[in-house]
């Protein structure tokens, strides 16, 4: 099976702009999560969507929204970017069965704010 | 909200020694401990998880142990190889019905000497 794809790979954008990433999850898996990373707050969860539905959310401004298509395939937009937005962000694929919450990540997109 | 504290935040180690990463969750609600390894430029990778009713796991030459009543879980990796140097972060979550949310630690820089 084809692991997570996440596309672009690398961004630069300037502050103000606006931005969308876009993940593939593993085909047959519905729940997409998307997580930041950066070297000082390491890595912290923006949301998750199954279903197209967004079912959890972290701390992170309205500035930052996401949607899941019928495909289970997902997109992340950060509007009216600030240099603290340059990060990696990650998405991660889970099957969501009952019992455990497997997370499966792709390679990132790294996202450099000017 | 839930917390996972994780050390050391570097470890260097001399070839064939074994390293000993271990985290510290809070939330005792939290069902669902992976470990993830992550080498420059790449994504997290899962190599191993433990859930809350198994005190330990073992895969090879890592293994995980997990102390529900302390909130305490420890990765193990034995006869350490120069390809085992890379990032460690533990993470915790919750059980499905809260949905997919991992919580993780600051990670582990470990260093394997040859």
């Known amino acids: 099976k084809a692991g997570v794809t996440q596309t672009p790979r690398y961004l630069i954008k300037t502050r103000g702009q606006q931005v969308t990433l876009s993940c593939s999850p593993i085909s047959g898996h519905r729940s997409v999560s998307w997580y930041q990373q950066t070297p000082g707050q390491g890595l912290q969860f923006l949301f998750e969507y199954f279903s197209e539905t967004q079912r959890n959310k972290g701390n992170f401004p309205g500035r930052f929204s996401g949607r899941q298509f019928s495909n289970s395939r997902s997109e992340m937009n950060v509007s009216t970017l600030e240099l603290g937005d340059s990060a990696l962000y990650l998405c991660a694929s889970s099957l969501q069965g009952n019992s455990y919450n497997e997370q499966f990540f792709g390679p990132g997109t790294r996202l450099t704010v000017l | 909200g839930e917390n996972v504290e994780q050390h050391p935040s570097t470890l260097s180690v001399q070839e064939g020694d074994s390293a000993v990463i271990k985290c510290t969750y809070s939330d005792s609600a939290s069902n669902y401990f992976p470990w993830y390894k992550q080498e420059l430029g790449k994504g997290p990778q899962l190599i191993i998880d433990i859930r809350s009713n198994v005190g330990e796991k073992k895969d090879q030459r890592i293994a995980v142990t997990l102390n529900k009543t302390a909130k305490h879980f420890s990765l193990h990796i034995t006869e350490t190889q120069p390809e085992d140097s890379a990032v460690y972060f533990c993470?915790?979550?919750?059980?499905?019905?809260?949905?997919?949310?991992?919580?993780f630690g600051a990670g582990t820089i470990l260093r394997v000497k040859s």
């Open positions: 993470a915790a979550s919750k059980p499905a019905e809260y949905g997919n949310k991992l919580v």
